[in-house]
């Protein structure tokens, strides 16, 4: 039997089906509603007749997923028992972490989810059909791949940063207690400038504690400012050479 021929048997065992249901329905519901679902038992058979249009009738393909979600805890222990939730907050795993304060989460589908601990919600974050994670709140923060646990709700700093030409660069940020964050980065040769005589580049600096930061290059003081918990505080600052 040929393909074409195997088509037209599925699509007549298909038609057989869909009688016998408009039938065995036509019993319980109103005269009206039998003669529907018979009339759209015979628009399906029209639409099966030609070859082409079996293949609209294929399952479509299933979501993305599920992933694994890799988990770093910014200091431990934790404090009680930590849980995996919905967005609803049902609980489905405990959350487990190395001496390191990694972790892993999963495998979870696409959606989003909830971080728990004694009753109480700690952040919330999405999982995209990627894999990359956004949309994060609470005591969570990532970088788009790993997600980060702190026990403070973190802010962000999005540095517009002028430059007097392409090269290597280096920029420190410096809270009140001394602690450190850095970016290292590189304007190639071929670069066009983006303002003017100016090359232009945007650094983010996220997971950062409420408080006042300076920004640093070279041991030099560029630009102070104050970072809130939950929010991002955008700035611009010019490095000359």
């Known amino acids: 039997m040929n393909s074409y021929s195997t088509r037209l048997t599925w ?15 036509a019993n319980a519901r109103p005269p009206e509603a039998a003669r529907t679902e018979t009339t759209a038992a015979v628009q399906v ?12 009738l294929a399952p479509e393909s299933t979501a993305a997923g599920p992933f ?3 988990l770093r805890v910014g200091e431990l222990p934790l404090l009680g028992r930590t849980y995996l939730c919905d967005k ?4 489905l795993a405990e959350l487990e972490v190395d001496r390191d304060g990694d972790g892993v989460m999963g495998p979870l589908a696409p959606g989003l989810y909830t971080l728990w601990q004694d009753g109480q919600e700690l952040g919330g974050f999405r999982l995209l059909e990627n894999a990359a994670l956004d949309r994060v709140s609470g ?3 990532t970088d ?7 026990r403070f709700t973190p802010g962000a700093a999005a540095l517009t940063v002028v430059l ?7 920029l420190e940020l410096y809270d009140r207690y001394g602690r450190r ?13 983006d303002r003017g005589r100016s090359w232009v580049r945007v650094l983010e600096f996220r997971g950062l504690p409420a408080g006042v930061y300076t920004a640093v290059r070279k041991e030099r003081p560029l630009l102070q400012f104050e970072i809130c918990a939950g929010a991002q505080t955008e700035a611009e600052l010019t490095i000359e050479n």
């Open 164 to 170: 007097p030409e392409p090269g290597y660069y280096s």
């Open 68 to 70: 694994m979600v890799a």
């Open 144 to 150: 788009g791949e790993l997600l980060h646990f702190e």
């Open 88 to 91: 609803a907050g049902c609980p």
């Open 139 to 141: 005591q969570l923060w």
């Open 11 to 25: 699509a007549g065992a298909l038609l057989g089906a869909l009688v016998l249901s408009a039938t065995v329905f």
């Open 181 to 193: 964050w850095s970016r290292d980065f590189y304007v190639p040769d071929s670069a066009k400038p």
């Open 45 to 56: 058979l029209e639409t099966v007749r030609e070859p082409e249009a079996m293949e609209a």
